[in-house]
């Protein structure tokens, strides 16, 4: 039933546009026509679930227990590239367990405008000084990265920053606590929020690891962090996680950096230096389309990264669970679907089995390198073909979201 539905589908995309294209129908108008017909194959398709999944038998029980209880925080962890840096998959994620669970706090995020780089809808971020800055995807970054995989530094002897939400409601979305990942410096900063409370707190070496939170005296949209006048040095900025302290729920936090794949990580030591200090309940590890931009990729070698990361996860956090998810379809200089993402998508398939972790293979669930055609003739790719349009993330946001739910839901079920 569900191959007859997908059938349906692609026929309406694939002749419905064409069909319309004398009456001077834009692509994006029709793709805007379908996408309730596109939303309900994917999402409701066979192919989009969770395998391995009695792997989150103890993820499950750590979500039953926050649901019944209101005990505990569960902290995930959502690793990745441009497909995750602008939030856009990911805030799906994060409101649906939020809204499931409980909110404990927007989590993770970077002042990405400081980097002159993209950022999340709901991040805004200012400052009055210059920041030098580096992301992990350098050879030899200027600036050690740390964990949220970007860098930003100032010698100005009045380095400050304003970070904060846009769109938060105060009582939903404010936060009251932060944890503060800043450079190895000494001295002390003033952390002020938008109710005029300043906080100043003297930084000790080991506070570059995220070591440092901050109660903010009640809840707030932003922040200021400035060092102190008597101070004469500058700052190093790594991220900040907002957060409640007697919240419970989900806090999920999305590490996205453009243009990333599994050894830009695996080469920063900062990156892991300051990853346990996040205490994550779950990774989930969304990489593989700039590794499969080597056509001449090494499967072997390629699998030996993404075991390695694996291994270092484990290393950092042994009790959390991981979930690898396979790349989403695109094309190679946009001349042709990317074949290299078969071979991308079965490693980290084959990688799941053996080691019997949790994957969702997003690559075979959007049609592999047919569904690629699909996407860029429904408008739903880019025009770099590579990366989706709002629609589209949101659309791969809501299948994760019931996979993953289906599958804590059947973990449920089968130990009671």
Known sequence: MVKKYFFVAVFILFSIPSALYGRNVSLPVVS???QDSVRQVFVNGERNRLHNSKQLH???IKL?????TAARVVRFIHIGDSHLQADMMSKVLREGLHSRYGNAGRGLIFPYQLARSNAPSDVMATSGVPWNYSRLTELKPKIDCGVCGYAIKTDSLQASLSIGLRYARIDDDGFDMVRLFVGNTTGCIDIGTSGYRKETVCLEPEDVNGKLMVDV???TRNISIAKSATDSTGLVFYG???ENKNATGVLYHTIGVNG???DSYLRTPLFWQQLPFLQADCYIISLGTNDAQNQQLNPDEF???VNTMVSKLRETSPGAVIILTTPPVSYYRRNYPNPVLKTVSEEICRLGNTKNICTWDLYSILGGFSGAELFRRTGLLRPDLVHFSKQAYQLQGEMLLKALLDAIDEQN???H
């Open 64 to 68: 039953q227990k926050t649901a019944a």
């Open 240 to 242: 900040v996680s907002f």
């Open 58 to 60: 103890g993820l499950a």
């Open 303 to 305: 699998s030996y990264r």
């Open 32 to 34: 805007e026509l379908f």
């Open 413 to 415: 079920r089968d130990h």
């Open 217 to 219: 005296g009640g809840k």
């Open 260 to 262: 990333a794949d599994f």
